[in-house]
């Protein structure tokens, strides 16, 4: 007796602490699978960006269709999902899942378990799907698959006894996983002759196709020249093309998909907003009666202002921010003004990685030359009017005798650390405003620890404090769990006595001295010396609670006159007058770009 | 038309470690290059309108007295055989103390030189040695010695400040030394550590250090003062003289007005364009004083470069622009041109205006670029 289509189909996802080699396996599958040949094989196959090869990071989700000639005969079609690794893109991951039956779950055998790692089988946990463990990098002379395994035991409780034993960057036991796949992995379920239901798990906009709606077909089937309909937003639509994943391709296919299949659709969809992800997709004439249960909206936690160096492109940045929406829905911007860097955008980001890569997508993708304003959540202020503001911008928090009291949101944080670093990850957490919660030995060296933090305590540049302090050897998973009073000010930052709002932050009571002073004492380095002495100050409302003076300028002159050459004199001058068109006007004094996020960076 | 003429000698006994100037000791070359120089000052006359005529010259490189002297006489003569000479045409060639001997100033005085830049840089003969020269600086007190008993020559000396290991006394003294041969002109430079130099290579080695801008600018305002009360006029950025006795040929130089330079990488101001001519010493030769092969990337300039230029060169003189011969020469005024700017640094300090001509401050001249570079 043959398979039916569905009995042969494998949908799975592979999950993974970033650097564990999630990527590399997905690349060896497609290789293994003959669905690249060598030559066309390119490292990262899934990881489509430019940035996403660079940082070694998977950003978006991609999908990617194999067939496997198995050792039982048959051929399985397999439906590979990548999922980024990062917290900032826990959203991402958990839309691939729910396109899923099974995951891989990959363990570094010489690292073993991490934070994200965790994190991630939660997730997955949470969606249902079957985990399988492999452990990776067993070419590693630190590899310890035994450890490894009885951590994944232990902690986990899944059972790591067949995990395959493999090295994705040699191909080394690769097969293994591919075999386990179809016996481990369930095949999906669900009815062909049902109305459609598709669950929208991600889209992509092309300027050609319009939007390209990425689904898993959980009931029915949707076919080229159906009228379906979006089952939250109502929007309707006929699809024009329905497609299986190549590596880096879309693939049509006549017969459209079944019920259990991964693919896409298009249906000349100019609005991205009427493809919203976590969206069903349902047949127009012959309608499902229920929804399935979507996505939570993935909402900004950190939010930091854009402008255009060159205040003559501000239309571009609209432009290119609109662009980027397309394919982003976490990403959120509205204009706003500051005196010191005029028309820009308050854009919200899921994080601080989501931030510089949005950031490095515009300067890079669209050629825009920007400068950020420092990071900031999002606080809870209750006036005395009983009004409460949702604040994301220091600038506008309202004057002090009309706030009752201030919120500010938390997160639950696991950090997994050598024994050794305990002690010093402590004092981070203290220094942040932590509050522990308690300690796990995983084994003998290894500590998970558990704190409540401030999120705005971590955006900065936690995550660097924390690989610094444990030589690298930590690592961090968090998510946001409320809001919780707490005494914050606005820290104002004057230079030669006039208000740069674009420098203002919110921080709490504590830390304000010492932020202020070293706010100060960064930009002293950044502003370049002028004809008259310039006086730095922060300040809380009218106390100034640091100052720095930069000096004024002693010495800057050509003394030579280079014979007769004045183009070469003209061309130096020419570079000075360049530098000086990066600086912004704040009263007389000439800033320069980066002093707006030099604040970034304090603990350098 | 009257203009200005610099001709290049781009040889040199030695390299000094500062000396970025296209220079280099090649002793072989020098016929060969001389006859060339020739060629294109024959050429270049011959391009000029008739009524051209010179009113400053200078011969400088280099060192143009390595040179011996039948090729010195050969420059000589064709200068004075091609060109037309004004009346009051100021003429300056440089020299290095030991490159200056009798047998050179006969060569020399049988032409109407009028002028000497002799290169000295400090009276202390260890630092002398330390940024390379090869002299000492009583071969210099002989060149001054010859110079003055067999010509009538006007003397510049040119001194350095803020040289590594050079203290503020020691300056100091090469200024009181120096005043005591009540020479006409001085040049008073700040060293400036150029990339591709000896010192450029030293400093990225970590080998030397520049001096604190507290003692550079000690050093400056010493020299200002010092000087004044000996007698001396600053008019310039690094320029001092006794009154009357300012070099004309700079001067074409930081009015704008027309020069022609001749020679081995040799500038030009001429006809609103500036052009340089061929740097590279074979390609010069053979060039054998084709004007259109030698003279490289012309560039017109515009009436807002003109503009520009007219500012930066002429607030380094400390006479400064006077606002009338600006409207005159761009039809504009200088108000209605740069408001911003000009407001801008009176208010801080770095500009004076007064009596219709506007100057760098005392302060103004230390931090010149900061103003200059405004004006772009």
Redesign the interface.
């Known amino acids: 007796m043959s398979l039916s289509k569905q009995e042969k189909i494998r949908n799975f996802c592979i999950i993974a602490h970033i650097d564990h080699g999630k990527s590399t396996l997905a690349d060896r599958i497609i290789q293994m699978t003959g669905t690249l040949t060598a030559r066309e094989m390119q490292e990262q196959v899934l990881d489509n960006m430019d940035l996403e090869r660079e940082r070694g990071i998977t950003i978006k989700s991609q999908a990617v269709r194999l067939v496997y000639s198995a050792k039982d005969g048959e051929e399985y079609i397999f439906n590979l999902i990548d999922t980024p690794g990062h917290v900032d893109f826990n959203y991402e991951v958990s839309r691939s899942l729910a396109a899923c039956e099974g995951a891989v779950l990959i363990v570094d055998a010489a690292q073993g378990i991490e934070a994200q790692t965790l994190a991630n089988v939660y997730l997955a946990l949470e969606h249902d799907l079957e985990i399988m463990p492999v452990i990776n990098k067993i070419d590693l002379p630190s590899a310890d698959p035994d450890r490894v395994k009885e951590e994944i035991e232990d902690i986990i409780g899944l059972d790591a006894s067949d995990a395959p034993l493999i090295s994705a960057k040699t191909g080394l036991n690769v097969e293994d996983v591919l075999e386990q796949i179809v016996k481990v992995v369930p095949p999906p379920t669900g009815d062909v002759d049902a109305p459609l239901k598709a669950l929208v798990f991600d889209s992509l906009y092309d300027p050609y196709k319009g939007v390209i709606v990425f689904c898993r077909i959980k009931e029915g089937q949707i076919k080229k020249g159906m009228k379906v309909r979006m089952m939250v937003t109502g929007a309707e639509f006929e699809v024009v093309e329905v497609g299986t994943f190549g590596a880096g391709q879309f693939r049509p296919s006549e017969e459209g998909l079944i019920a259990g299949e991964v693919g896409y659709f298009t249906a000349s969809i100019k609005n991205v907003q009427d493809t919203r992800v976590g969206d069903t997709v349902t047949d127009a004439n012959n309608p499902a009666t229920e929804a399935l249960p979507g996505y939570k909206q993935a909402n900004p936690m950190v939010y930091c202002g854009l402008y255009p160096a060159d205040g003559a492109k501000y239309g571009d940045l609209r432009d290119s921010l609109e662009k980027l929406q397309l394919n982003d829905a976490a990403l959120v911007f509205e204009p706003e003004t500051s005196v010191a860097l005029g028309f820009g955008f308050r854009c919200g980001f899921l994080g601080l990685l989501h931030m510089e890569i949005i950031q490095e997508r515009l300067e890079r993708e669209y050629n825009l030359d920007l400068v950020t304003t420092a990071p900031n959540v999002i606080y809870k202020v209750h006036q005395t009017n009983g009004e409460v503001i949702e604040l994301s911008n220091p600038a506008n928090l309202p004057d002090p005798s009309m706030i009752q009291f201030m919120e500010e949101p938390m997160v639950k944080a696991k950090i997994i650390v050598p024994s050794d670093y305990v002690g010093a990850v402590m004092d981070l957490c203290q220094e942040r405003r932590g509050n522990y919660f308690g300690m796990e030995y995983l084994e003998a060296t290894r500590t998970v620890l558990d704190y409540e933090l401030p999120l705005n305590e971590i955006i900065y540049d936690f995550f660097d404090a924390l690989k610094s302090r444990t030589r690298g050897y930590a690592s961090f998973d968090y998510e946001l769990c409320g809001y919780q009073e707490s005494k914050l000010v606005k820290l104002d930052i004057l230079v030669n006595k006039e208000i740069v709002d674009a420098l203002s932050l919110i921080v709490h009571e504590s830390s304000a001295a010492n932020k202020g002073r070293k706010i100060a004492e960064k930009l002293k380095k950044e502003i370049p010396r ?3 002495e310039i006086p730095i100050q922060a300040a809380i409302g009218n106390k100034v609670i640091a100052r720095e003076t930069i000096s004024a ?9 280079y ?5 070469r ?2 061309k ?3 570079k ?2 360049e530098g ?1 068109k990066r600086m912004r006007q704040v009263g ?1 004094v000439e800033v320069p770009q980066e002093a707006f996020m030099s604040v970034l960076k304090l603990d350098e | 038309m009257q203009i200005g003429l ?1 001709f ?1 000698i781009p040889f040199c006994a030695s390299k000094c470690y500062y000396c970025d ?1 296209l220079s280099f000791p090649k002793q072989k070359e020098q016929e060969r290059y001389m006859e060339a120089l020739i060629q294109e000052i024959e050429k270049t006359s011959e391009s000029l309108p008739l009524e051209t005529s010179v009113k400053s010259i200078f011969i ?1 490189g280099g060192t143009p007295t390595v040179l011996p002297p039948f090729l010195l006489d050969r420059l000589m003569k064709a200068i004075v055989t091609h060109f037309k000479l004004e009346p009051s045409c100021e003429w300056t060639i440089e020299a290095n103390p030991g490159t200056i001997e009798r047998d050179k100033i006969e060569v020399l005085r049988k032409y109407p030189i009028t002028r000497i830049s002799l290169g000295l840089q400090s009276t202390h003969n260890d630092l002398l040695k330390s940024i390379g020269r090869l002299h000492r600086f009583e071969d210099w007190e002989e060149s001054i010695r010859l110079i003055k008993a067999y010509t009538s020559w006007q003397i510049n000396t040119d001194l350095m400040f803020a040289l590594p290991n050079q203290s503020f006394e020691a300056f100091k003294e090469t200024l009181e030394t120096i005043v005591k041969y009540d020479l006409e002109h001085l040049s008073v ?2 060293l ?1 550590i150029e990339e591709g130099t000896t010192f450029g290579d030293l400093y990225e080695e970590g080998k030397i250090k520049e001096v604190p ?2 003692l ?2 000690k050093m400056y305002h010493y020299a200002q003062t010092y000087l004044k009360e000996q007698g001396y006029t600053q008019y310039e ?2 320029n001092w003289a006794k009154e009357g006795y300012e070099c004309k040929h ?1 001067l074409v ?1 930081w009015q704008c007005e027309p ?1 022609i ?1 001749l020679g081995l990488g ?4 001429y006809d609103g364009k ?1 052009f ?1 001519n061929e740097e590279n010493l074979e390609k010069y030769i053979k060039a054998a004083g084709d004007l259109k092969k030698l003279r490289h990337d012309e ?1 017109i300039l515009t009436p807002k470069m003109m503009m ?2 007219y500012i ?2 002429g607030l380094r003189l400390l006479s400064g622009i006077d606002e009338i011969a600006f409207e005159e020469k761009f039809g504009q005024s200088i108000w209605d041109a740069y408001p911003y700017q000009l407001n ?1 640094w009176i208010k ?3 500009l004076v205006h007064d009596k219709k001509r506007i100057y760098l401050s005392h ?1 103004g ?6 103003i ?3 004006f ?1």
């Open positions: 002028h004809l008259f300028m002693r010495k800057d002159v050509l003394a030579k006159c014979g007769g050459d004045i183009s004199k003209r130096l001058l020419e000075q007058k000086k007389s | 610099y290049h100037f400088g430079y700040a400036i801008e507290e550079d600018r950025i690094s700079n130089y020069y330079g040799a500038h030009s101001l500036r340089y560039e520009e230029e930066f060169l801008k801080q300090g770095a302060y001249l230390d931090v010149c670029n900061e200059f570079s405004s772009l």
